[in-house]
Structures are given as structure tokens and as C-alpha cells.
């Protein structure tokens, strides 16, 4: 639903409410908002979210219609009390705008309403009742068949495309153009019309362009404003076991999937130790191969599961050996034994981008591309690991919910 004006809002508010109108009063006991409740509201933003999206206008009697306004002095308290809701009583976190109008009572006078708009979200929610959706001008909670059906049409499903999902709240000016333009060929300019045969962008349902998940990732400055958990986090350990105290360097790596993995890189250079081999006079021998962590690396950013909203990509260092955790589980009938024989993609739109994404030509890692589509990600990393360290590295699926990568070190 979009609205535009005061007038709209008020035609709307005369009509009533339905599939994308909500309207509520807003009563308080000191500093305390005490309707509505904070469980039933929770209901109502997670429904809208799960369905199609819309406006919930608090100040506004639902029954009679009137405007009966906020009070000044609360209108920040109504704001913090609406945040909490969306990030502390649904799972995962509600993203919604939230505006401070003025709208005209009957009697003429303009009173304070707090606006919320909500999208139709790319994941589904989980409020403090349960799973709802919206129907007609009430919440429903969904049935196991129904909700069966919403988490695979926002791609929990291993067939339907997430990266290729809409984002809502996003349009073509969050697009930073230095960034777009590296994915045209042939003298391309990245315009509207080659953003959409990339699938950068994309229509939403009332025809206004849109990023893709792909788009968000790989064209925006910063990926996590949309999707909070797009990015990697590297923690390098003293010793041989995850403790804090011993920690020597962290840091969480955000931006383009391509900027996430360069960096991820140079912390892993950063972090390891170097030997040198008295048997080969003295020649220096990392303690990880380069070549084997971005091949990794790459591998993880271009197939993780983007719909586990608050999973993220974790790499950590040890004297011994370095662990890599992927969220998401392996795609069709893939095996963490047959990784380096078969070839798989859980975002196919993301892969296709990368493969047009330049690598920094040093020649270090023998790639003119961030990918290649011949799927030899998963040999180059056994084989340069084996050869520097004599040990295989090892895939283990955690709980069908999570790849580890163990890579043991020289």
C-alpha cells in the first residue's frame, strides 16, 4: 500500500481497515504504553510482515475512526516502545519505518500519529503468539500446512532462489555505481534496462524497481543495512582452542561479498605464522596456502544460505589449524564427501555475478575472476592444503544447518 499525503491517510482511515490498514489507539499508564499490549502488537507487525506488508497508524481509534492522537510528549516513548517490539519480541527482527505525522481530527485540528510501515519482509517471523499472518483486517495465526508453504516461498526452500528475492526497502539510488559497473560487458553501460537482464534489479509487485538479495550483496556499500547478518566474522587464537583470553586479533568484515573475502584474506596473512624449512635451505613456509583460504573463502560467500536470517560466516585461527563455519545445509543430495567430485549452487545469481567480478591481478591466487565456473574450488583447496601440510582438510555438516571446513596447518 502506498500513501503519499495527509489526504490519503485520511481517506483511508474513513474506509477503515484491511488486508494493509491497521489502526490502533495508543493509551498509557504513567511512562507506560498499556494498549495495546505489547504482545498482541508484536502479532500484528509480524503478520504484516508475513504477508504482503502495510501501514499500522497508532493514534487512531479503530472503531469510530476518529484521530485521536499522541501527545507530544510521548511520541518518542511510543517510538523506543515500537522498536523493542520489532527487535527484541520478534524472531528474527522486524525491519520497519517508523514516522512521526500530523494528522487533521474532525473538529480541524492537526494531532501527532506515529506511522509504521511495514514491507513484506524477506524472511518469516516468529512473534511472541506464535507464526501469524494477515487476513482481511485481522491476524491470523498460520496453520502448519500454511506456514509450511511461506518459508518456502522466502526460500528456506532449496529450490526457489533466495538471492534472487526482492528487498523490500530498497530502491535504485542505495545502488553505488562504481560497483555495478564492473558486472557489464562489452562496453555496457549499467543502466536500469542491463541491471535487470543481470537481475541486479528487479520489479516488486507494484511495478517499482527493486534490488535483488544478489544486488544487495554485491552493489551496495554495505550489504548488513539490509541483511544484518551478510558478513564475516575472524577471531585468531594464541593456542589450539576457542577462548577468549586468548584471543590476538578479531574483527567482522562487512561490504561487497568480493570486499568481505579480500579482507577475510588479509587477516588470515596477517594472523598466520611463517616457518622456515632448514631441509630446504631455509625456504619460508606458510602456515596456511593463500590460494586454498580464498578458494574457501569464496566458496562460502557465493554458497551459504542468506535466508538464515542471524547465521553468519565464522572463521577461526588456531596454532593448529583453521576452521571456516558456512550457514546453511549441503543442496540436494550433496555429501560432505562429495564436495570435491560434484558440483553445487545454492545461488545461482550470486555465482554468476562473481564469475564477472575481477580479482586484484597479483597472480597469487591464479584467478582473473573472484570465480571460476568449473567448480574446482573444493580440489584446489585439498590439493594446496595436502601438499603444504600433508593433511586433508576436513568437511563435517553440523546438525544439517552448518558446513565446517577444517584446514589443518604446515
Request: some cysteine.
Amino acid at each position: 500500500m502506498t500513501m503519499t499525503s495527509s489526504s490519503d491517510l485520511r481517506r483511508r482511515i474513513l474506509l477503515g481497515e484491511d488486508s494493509t490498514l491497521e489502526l490502533k489507539r495508543v493509551l498509557f499508564s504513567g511512562q507506560k504504553v498499556t494498549e495495546p499490549s505489547r504482545e498482541a502488537f508484536s502479532d500484528e507487525l509480524a503478520g504484516m510482515g508475513n504477508s504482503i506488508g502495510g501501514t499500522i497508524l497508532l493514534g487512531i481509534d479503530d472503531k469510530s475512526r476518529d484521530i485521536i492522537g499522541i501527545p507530544l510528549d510521548r511520541l518518542d516513548l511510543v517510538e523506543t516502545w515500537i522498536r523493542e517490539i520489532c527487535n527484541d519480541s520478534i524472531k528474527p527482527p522486524l525491519d520497519v519505518a517508523i514516522r512521526k505525522v500530523e494528522l487533521p481530527a474532525s473538529s480541524g485540528t492537526a494531532k501527532p500519529v506515529i506511522r509504521i510501515d511495514v514491507p513484506r519482509s524477506l524472511f518469516v517471523h516468529k512473534s511472541s503468539g506464535g507464526y501469524f499472518t494477515r487476513i482481511g483486517s485481522s491476524k491470523r495465526e498460520m496453520a502448519p500446512e500454511v506456514l509450511s508453504r511461506l518459508f518456502q516461498e522466502r526460500s528456506q526452500s532449496r529450490v526457489i532462489r533466495f538471492d534472487e528475492s526482492i528487498v523490500p526497502t530498497s530502491s535504485l539510488d542505495d545502488l553505488d555505481m562504481s560497483l555495478t559497473t564492473r558486472f557489464a560487458r562489452g562496453g555496457d553501460v549499467a543502466d536500469e534496462n542491463v541491471l535487470q537482464k543481470l537481475r541486479i534489479v528487479a520489479d516488486d509487485e507494484e511495478g517499482i524497481a527493486r534490488l535483488t538479495v544478489a544486488g544487495v550483496l554485491l552493489c551496495v556499500p554495505e550489504p548488513v543495512q539490509w541483511m544484518p547478518h551478510a558478513y564475516i566474522q575472524a577471531v585468531s587464537y594464541i593456542g589450539e582452542r576457542s577462548d577468549v583470553n586468548y584471543q590476538n586479533d578479531a574483527r567482522n568484515f562487512t561490504g561487497p561479498l568480493d570486499s568481505q573475502v579480500m579482507d577475510t584474506l588479509a587477516f588470515v596473512r596477517r594472523n598466520m605464522f611463517v616457518e622456515a624449512d632448514k631441509k630446504m635451505a631455509r625456504i619460508t613456509r606458510p602456515q596456511f596456502s593463500e590460494r586454498a583460504v580464498f578458494e574457501a573463502l569464496v566458496n562460502a560467500v557465493a554458497h551459504r544460505d542468506y535466508s538464515m536470517a542471524g547465521a553468519r560466516i565464522r572463521l577461526h585461527m588456531f596454532r593448529n589449524r583453521l576452521e571456516l563455519y558456512v550457514p546453511g545445509p549441503l543442496v540436494n543430495t550433496l555429501t560432505p564427501d562429495s564436495l570435491h567430485l560434484r558440483q553445487y549452487s545454492r545461488n545461482e545469481l550470486i555465482v554468476s555475478l562473481l564469475s564477472r567480478c575481477p580479482v586484484d591481478p597479483s597472480g597469487l591466487l591464479e584467478r582473473s575472476h573472484m570465480m571460476e565456473k568449473r567448480g574446482d574450488g573444493v580440489p584446489i583447496i585439498l590439493e594446496e592444503s595436502i601438499q603444504l601440510s600433508g593433511q586433508t582438510p576436513e568437511y563435517t555438516l553440523i546438525d544439517d544447518s552448518e558446513l565446517r571446513l577444517v584446514i589443518w596447518s604446515s
